[in-house]
């Protein structure tokens, strides 16, 4: 496997996506009273700064935060924008969507019957 920069978000799924799965699961998810993201000197996330700067600068995107797995023989991508300081407040809930995040892109998972 290798880990390479993850390319901006293609739209605003993959970002709401990337919030459900890692932001909102994290100890560094702080939201302002107006409802933004509160400020890294303010004890904010640095990444989710940075990832609200990237829709006006694509540039500002923190691409050496969020991460791509790549299978190193073939280098296909096995899943999409990991973020590499994710601190999860719930060991459970975390697993969870690191599972549902597994079974969307790795090529040929296939579900146990009702699941």
Not at 1 to 19: D, Q, R, V
Not at 81 to 108: Q, W, Y
Request: aromatic share 12%; glycine share 6%.
């Amino acid at each position: 496997m290798s880990n390479l920069p993850s390319k901006p978000f293609s739209n605003g799924t993959e970002y709401e996506i990337f919030l459900y799965n890692y932001c909102e699961q994290c100890r560094s998810y702080k939201l302002r009273d107006d409802g933004f993201p509160e400020f890294p000197e303010n004890g904010g996330c640095p990444i989710l700064d940075a990832m609200e700067n990237a829709r006006f600068d694509i540039s500002a995107f923190p691409s050496d935060h969020i991460r791509e797995l790549h299978d190193a023989d073939t280098d296909e991508t096995i899943r999409w924008h990991e973020c590499n300081r994710f601190d999860p407040e719930d060991e459970k809930l975390a697993n969870e969507a690191f599972t549902r995040m597994s079974m969307a892109v790795i090529p040929g998972f296939k579900k146990e019957e009702g699941e």
